[in-house]
């Protein structure tokens, strides 16, 4: 069984700052590529960054130079510094991993979301 876990949502003030941390955890052999999306209300689910399986990062264009994504491979953890904040980053944030199990499977899993909200 596989787990993610998101924390640092929460209400900042246009221009602001947060930083959004995930943690997997469970029967995992290896994490093939991991990162973060958001849905908006009324919208559909957007990739905002993410590490692909080759390591290299990729950034929605409407988030390159203001957030950044890291990770600790030793912890199974991935990161979301955003700043910059404008209210068109108001979403709920998924962390979002492509895991490959002890048993040898491989599938798609979601955190279970994230509020962030931008107050202008």
């Known amino acids: 069984q596989v787990q993610l876990v998101e924390s640092g949502g929460g209400l900042v003030q246009a221009g602001g700052s947060l930083r959004l941390s995930c943690a997997a955890s469970?029967?995992?052999?290896?994490?093939?590529?991991m990162g973060w999306y958001r849905q908006a209300p009324g919208k559909q689910r957007d990739l905002v960054a993410i590490?692909?399986?080759?390591?290299?990062?990729n950034y929605a264009d409407s988030v390159k130079g203001r957030f950044a994504i890291s990770r600790d491979n030793a912890k199974k953890m991935v990161y979301l510094q955003m700043t910059g904040l404008n209210s068109e980053d108001t979403a709920v944030y998924y962390c979002?991993?492509?895991?490959?199990?002890?048993?040898?499977?491989?599938?798609?899993?979601w955190g279970q979301g994230t509020q962030v909200t931008v107050s202008s």
């Open positions: 469970g029967s995992i052999l290896s994490i093939d590529s």
């Open positions: 979002y991993a492509r895991i490959t199990t002890d048993w040898s499977v491989r599938g798609n899993y």
């Open positions: 590490f692909t399986g080759g390591g290299s990062t």
